[in-house]
């Protein structure tokens, strides 16, 4: 066997606290020199302000990695079901982000 094509597969246990997921229509993205902080929330009408749900603390190394793999996954759901419409333009990553 190859051991270039195989991939290690990961076991990951998910509780029924988590697997329920929280809703979020809104993400604050923050950065310094070692990590990227992610803050989810979810903005609704008559809310005074948005409440943060979840925050994600990442290297930068993995922050690319998420990129890569979001940017990977938006090409597949667009594929099988069509543009998603943010109507602006968005900037041409069909070659990958820039390094």
């Known amino acids: 066997m ?8 990961i076991q990951l246990e998910l509780k029924p606290e988590i697997a329920r997921g929280t809703y979020s ?3 604050i993205i923050t950065h310094s020199h070692s990590e990227f902080i992610i803050d989810f929330a979810t903005m609704l009408p ?3 302000k948005p409440e943060v749900s979840n925050r994600i603390i990442m290297t ?3 922050t690319k990695r998420l990129l890569n793999a979001l940017m990977d996954n938006i090409t597949k759901y667009e594929s099988q079901f069509g543009f998603i419409d943010l109507g602006m333009p968005m900037p041409d990553f069909s070659n990958g982000p820039k390094s």
């Open 25 to 27: 229509n809104l993400a």
């Open 2 to 9: 190859d051991n270039n094509n195989t991939q290690k597969q």
């Open 60 to 62: 930068p190394e993995h």
């Open 46 to 48: 008559g809310q005074p």
